[in-house]
């Protein structure tokens, strides 16, 4: 069972930057696909990015694109969300997650972590 852990979010103003780390543990798998996922306050939880965890397949939302960047360190079983130009609307609590499929599906994915808050204030 792979356990994984959010760390990095924080409070920022607009047109700032955070970046968002998960860190896996565990029982990992090299054919996992990595996603990062976001939910605020009732509303559904919203799709951003996934990756293969080589980084040779990415996807992200068009909502984020051009903005956030995945990347990974294999050896390090840690997956990096980095995100530029935040905007109001990016404010959700953000979790990663690891599953066997790439898929925007919140359901495909089999391990998720606690989530770190994300804050952009205007």
């Known amino acids: 069972q792979v356990q994984l852990v959010e760390s990095g979010g924080g409070l920022v103003q607009a047109g700032g930057s955070l970046r968002l780390s998960c860190a896996a543990s565990g029982r990992t798998y090299s054919s996992y696909f990595m996603a990062w996922f976001r939910q605020a306050p009732g509303k559904e939880r919203e799709f951003v990015v996934v990756s293969s965890r080589s980084g040779s397949y990415t996807s992200y939302a068009d909502s984020v694109k051009d903005r956030f960047t995945i990347s990974s360190d294999i050896t390090k079983n840690t997956v990096y969300l980095q995100m530029d130009s935040l905007k109001p609307e990016d404010t959700a609590v953000y979790y990663c997650?690891?599953?066997?499929?790439?898929?925007?599906?919140?359901?495909?994915?089999?391990?998720w972590g606690q989530g770190t808050q994300v804050t952009v204030s205007s």
């Open positions: 997650a690891a599953g066997l499929v790439a898929a925007s599906m919140a359901t495909k994915y089999t391990s």
